[in-house]
């Protein structure tokens, strides 16, 4: 199929020149504007392709875009009373929907608003610039179009398209929206109470297909799809879209609408959708995309590429700070891989299955290929599930997007009738949460991604065309696919220990026990895990006969209970506890740390920074249950050791207070390897973890946990910073080997 690709270089340019100028300032978007503006105009007298003359066209449209708003944001009074952290009155209208958080124990909320007005000692200004404010309490009634009086500290924003952010100290009461934003509030909330009578997470999830609601959704959901490659199904995407889209259309042909008839249905749904799920960027753009599929409905696919360029076109011209998120990226490259890819795979598919079952194939497969580069680059990983579970989950998103619609409808009439359609929506959300959990519970389910995400660029291409060709051999093909189904379930092992390990985090459920070599079947061990036997396990796995020291950093059970496993057949030269004490270690000495001491146990050479001697008293062991649990995590003991050149940053269960405490210590924290505190848990340091600066981190916890240890908030800090991380409830054992002088990390 011959595909209009005459748009491409114009969306490529506009693309780069967005992501660019957004945090280039205004100056930069001015001049590349007026530049872009003599070049079109230049190449239009030059007998010159038209694509070019095009293409110099979108650059000037979007880099004036980005010069307007820029300007505006950067000499808007907003801006000037920010840089002086007034106290001022505003009169917002909010934009985006109100999300939860936690701040000190107590519910907050950050919203999105529009200022109107801005009111001070000395100004009185009405304006039309975005800020982001920081609201005590829950906030239910700052929903989109509402409007409301704030009083607040001003302060600089951090992004480039926001004039302020506002620190609410009062706040007035929320006038109601415009009909329409308040229509489509009542359909949200019907959606809620159509699925109330369900279990938590189906309860949770249906309000994310249909409308883009995740506020319930809980972090071990998020990073399970995450892993599964399911995350578009928890946002408002081009998926969520086009199933509404595809409903419209079959009612409209069978009520007699042909061509124009369908596109004008087409286009009102698209409006109609974006008020239902907001105008957050994510919506445009999946709105956008979905004009794409209006587009190859007229057109065929040959021209829903040629829309597809003009929708990035025009969207980053509205929106030019698009161009750096990664749903717009995300859902760009995944609608043209589908629209280039697809026919091409499901054509030659088709020769030996039926056409339903080879665009079920295609589809999520294209996607997957077009996207890999992408989603290395802002994750660090490459699931190798995520064709396999969108093939899975694939069939029950439509009828919980549908029923979940319709019971959001009929809900607003009558509940009980709208609980019906919700309880077909909850059970096929459950499917697809079941597949969520089950394929990032594979041993394989992603691949740690540590090269530079440029080389994909290169070996997707090659991948693609290999696909493509071996699609119309079914033995070949199907051979292939089942080979990569068992190595994912069960991966190949390799020998155990990894020859060159320093390191290794046991898999000993829902705590902690980490092992350092000192050399000719002895160790180090750090904390004992809950579970005797598994901590034995592992240390006979590692041919461990000596312990030359253990540590136990705080008195918690899930870290010292495991002591009988440990002394099981081994000889223990030494025991150190912190504050808090340990375990009854017999006739073992027992050694209490203070910061500041250093020692040598054969090949590993630790010091110690935490905790200090006036913490609190400790002496027994806790429940991990007990009230005092955040001050004894406080009291661990924190070691930065080094095994053979390789530093490892200890750090037990220590929370943000500890490591505030710690970085005012004036310590050297840097490490190449960082042991997570306290499992992953949501409550960390930012500024603790850059101080480190680990390349690799290990996190310690048990397999569905009731802590939700890691939070997902843990896991975007350390993905943030590009630190690769390898989680023992996921991935067993893991080793941190060095091999020809490189970190390599091992799992069993």
Not at 461 to 485: H, I, K
Request: hydrophobic content about 50%.
């Amino acid at each position: 199929m011959n595909h209009d690709l005459r748009m491409l270089p114009a969306a490529v340019v506009a693309w780069g020149a967005a992501a660019w100028l957004v945090t280039a300032g205004s100056t930069a978007a001015l001049v590349t504007t007026v530049v872009a503006v003599v070049l079109a105009a230049a190449l239009a007298g030059a007998r010159v392709a038209r694509f070019v003359v095009l293409a110099a066209v979108c650059l000037a449209a979007v880099a004036a875009s980005c010069s307007w708003r820029l300007t505006a944001v950067e000499h808007s009074p907003l801006t000037e009373l920010a840089g002086q952290h007034r106290l001022a009155t505003l009169d917002v209208e909010v934009v985006r929907d109100a999300r939860v958080f936690v701040h000190h124990g107590e519910p907050s909320v950050v919203v999105e608003v529009r200022v109107r007005r801005v009111v001070t000692r000395d100004v009185d200004v009405r304006l039309r610039d975005r800020a982001t404010a920081f609201v005590d309490g829950r906030g239910d009634d700052l929903v989109v179009g509402r409007r409301l009086v704030l009083v607040g500290r001003l302060s600089p924003a951090d992004a480039s398209q926001q004039a302020a952010v506002i620190d609410v100290l009062r706040r007035g009461e929320a006038d109601r929206a415009a009909w329409w934003w308040e229509g489509s509030e009542h359909v949200r909330a019907g959606v809620r109470r159509s699925v109330s009578h369900l279990a938590d997470e189906p309860r949770a999830l249906v309000p994310a297909l249909v409308d883009g609601d995740d506020s319930r959704v809980s972090d071990e959901i998020a990073e399970d799809f995450r892993r599964s490659g399911l995350t578009h199904l928890m946002a408002v995407s081009g998926t969520n879209l086009t199933i509404v889209l595809a409903v419209v259309m079959v009612i409209a042909r069978s009520m007699g609408l042909r061509r124009r008839g369908l596109w004008i249905a087409g286009a009102l749904s698209i409006v109609a959708f974006v008020l239902l799920a907001r105008p957050d960027p994510s919506v445009v753009r999946a709105a956008a995309m979905g004009a794409v599929g209006v587009a190859a409905l007229g057109f065929g696919s040959r021209g829903g590429v040629r829309a597809l360029c003009w929708a990035v076109v025009v969207l980053l011209f509205v929106d030019p700070w698009l161009a750096r998120t990664p749903g717009f990226v995300l859902s760009a490259v995944a609608t043209g891989g589908i629209l280039l890819l697809a026919p091409v795979i499901a054509r030659r598919l088709e020769r030996w299955m039926p056409r339903w079952c080879a665009l079920a194939v295609a589809v999520p497969l294209a996607a997957q290929l077009a996207c890999t580069p992408a989603i290395a680059a802002l994750s660090g990983e490459v699931s190798l599930v995520a064709v396999f579970a969108n093939l899975l989950a694939g069939p029950a998103v439509a009828p919980a997007t549908v029923a979940g619609l319709a019971g959001g409808l009929l809900a607003v009439v009558w509940t009980p009738l709208g609980q019906v359609c919700g309880t077909v929506a909850g059970a096929c959300a459950s499917w697809i949460l079941t597949v969520g959990h089950r394929a990032a519970g594979l041993d394989a389910a992603s691949l740690e991604w540590h090269a530079p995400w440029q080389v994909l660029l290169v070996v997707v291409p090659l991948v693609t065309w290999a696909v493509v060709r071996l699609s119309s051999r079914p033995a070949v093909f199907v051979g292939l696919a089942l080979g990569l189904v068992i190595g994912i379930w069960r991966p190949p092992q390799t020998g155990w220990p990894p020859p060159g390990w320093v390191m290794v985090a046991c898999d000993v459920g829902q705590g902690d026990a980490t092992v350092l070599d000192a050399g000719d079947g002895s160790a180090v061990v750090v904390d004992a895990g809950p579970d005797a036997s598994l901590v034995e396990r592992c240390l006979d796995r590692l041919g461990v006969r000596r312990v030359r020291l253990m540590v136990f950093t705080h008195a918690h059970a899930d870290h010292v209970d495991g002591w009988p496993g440990v002394r099981a057949g081994r000889t223990v030269d030494q025991v150190a506890v912190g504050t808090s004490g340990g375990p009854a270690a017999g006739r073992v000495p027992v050694h209490v740390v203070v910061p500041g001491e250093s020692f040598v146990s054969g090949s590993v050479t630790a010091r110690v920074l935490w905790p200090p001697d006036d913490g609190p008293p400790g002496g027994g062991r806790t429940s991990r249950g007990e009230a005092d649990g955040s001050a004894v995590n406080d009291t661990s003991v924190v070691l930065v050791a080094t095994v053979r050149g390789v530093r490892i940053m200890l750090t037990g269960d220590v929370e943000p207070d500890a490591q505030a405490r710690l970085l005012r210590g004036g310590d050297d924290l840097a490490a190449d390897v960082l042991k997570m505190p306290h499992h992953g848990s949501g409550r960390q340091s930012a500024a603790f973890f850059e101080a480190v600066g680990a390349r690799v981190a290990t996190i310690s916890a048990g397999a569905d946990n009731d802590y939700g240890h890691p939070a997902a908030a843990a896991l975007a800090l350390l993905r943030g910073l590009g630190v690769a991380w390898w989680r023992t409830d996921v991935d067993g054992d893991i080793a941190v080997v060095v091999r020809d002088g490189r970190l390599v990390v091992v799992t069993r």
